[in-house]
């Protein structure tokens, strides 16, 4: 196979990619507006939504946080480029996850905390906690901005669309959406658009995979390229990808993200018991993994695909190589392009409805 020519929307993606954002957009504004009428929409009911939230939702939010268009942009270009060692990381979640679980987030419970800079001022003082505010609102913001890069090229790759005023958009777009809604909106939001890129992921893994001749075609290039997962055991630490920097180093990473990080302790929260959070936060373990499942598969059937003709050699920068897949598996069939570019959209947008929620509660609750 070999990189098509450039293609863009048809009209028919347009309105696919439009009707996915305009129902997301909807299913969140919703629950913010009944919030509203219902005079609920006071610091505790934005925050956390009262902490009546159902643990399903909660939890495809919890694993939608950090499902972000980096991601998905990122991870298969890696195992296309470098092979799959990167799906080693996932291994790092299970102890992660039971380690937060059960020895975290009692904790937190215990104290009755919905803010993670509350503790540091349990355990230190004011000085400490806002330090660590305005560090983490720092970082943050600064994430914020890949996250918003990452859609902005996705879609100028399809439209043509300028990446100044898709970044702006999208800006705007959340802020605006997020200090209406609160958490569920944000919540209820995730959940959907979480499926949403499901969806895309799959359409465009199993449509690849045909192309190629099959997933056992897939399988012996991808052996024959050097790109299967496999376990180097070398603890030098300045390797690349080692079983010790993806399962050790990945998982401790990770245990900062679902330990410490306040997108997450707002969801914690959000539900009614401390069974229920925990049973929010594990429900997540075999998302995780089948996401990281799905797009190292992808960075093979990439690898497959492109076997005879590789787009990086050719110019094709790195973080266009997904959408420019995507074109040549799914151009044929209109729409099928639009729903893929939703669900990066969608991923980037859930990410900054969480860091604009939690950079204001960071800094004034």
């Known amino acids: 196979m070999g990189a098509s020519t450039f293609v863009t929307f048809k ?20 629950f913010g507006i009944r919030s509203r009428r219902q005079k609920k929409s006071g610091a505790n009911d934005m925050i956390t939504g009262g902490g009546k939230l159902p643990v399903l ?44 679980a059960y020895f975290i987030l009692p904790i937190f419970y215990k104290l009755h905390l919905n803010n993670a800079y509350e503790y540091l001022e349990l355990r230190f003082n004011y000085v400490i906690r806002y330090s660590g505010s305005i560090l983490f609102s720092i ?9 918003l890069y990452a859609p902005a090229v996705a879609l100028s790759q399809v439209t043509g669309l300028s990446k100044e005023i898709s970044i702006l958009a999208m800006g705007l777009f959340c802020t605006l959406y997020t200090s209406i809604g609160g ?36 399988w012996d290039i991808s052996r024959t390229g050097a790109r299967l997962p496999r376990f180097d055991m070398n603890p030098d630490p300045f390797v690349r990808h080692t079983f010790w920097t993806l399962v050790v180093g990945g998982g401790i990473n990770m245990m900062t993200v679902y330990g410490a990080n306040q997108a997450n302790l707002q969801r914690y929260a959000s539900v009614r018991t401390l069974r229920e959070s925990k049973l929010a936060l594990l429900l997540n373990l075999p ?47 209109p729409g099928l392009p639009g729903l893929f570019v939703a669900a990066i959209f969608g991923a980037s947008i859930r990410y900054v409805f969480s860091s604009v929620v939690i950079t204001s509660v960071s800094t004034y609750y």
Request: hydrophobic content about 60%.
């Open 287 to 333: 998302m995780w993994l089948c996401y990281l499942t799905i797009l190292s598969l992808l960075g093979l059937v990439m690898f497959a695909y492109y076997e005879t003709c590789d787009p990086l050699s050719a110019g094709i920068k790195r973080d266009q190589l997904v959408p420019l897949f995507v074109l040549d598996t799914l151009g044929s069939f």
């Open 57 to 100: 939702p909660v939890a495809m939010s919890l694993s939608a946080t950090f499902t972000s268009a980096t991601t998905i942009l990122g991870i298969p270009v890696e195992v296309y480029s470098r092979g799959g060692e990167q799906w080693l990381w996932a291994l790092g979640f299970i102890p992660c996850f039971l380690f937060v």
């Open 11 to 30: 009209w028919q993606d347009y309105l696919v990619f439009s009707v996915i954002l305009a129902v997301s957009s909807v299913v969140g504004l919703v």
């Open 139 to 147: 970082i943050i913001l600064t994430y914020m901005a890949a996250v």
């Open 183 to 218: 958490i569920k909106a944000v919540v209820w939001t995730d959940a959907f658009r979480l499926l949403v890129v499901w969806v895309g992921l799959l359409v465009v893994m199993f449509k690849g995979a045909e192309d190629v001749g099959g997933w056992t075609q897939v």
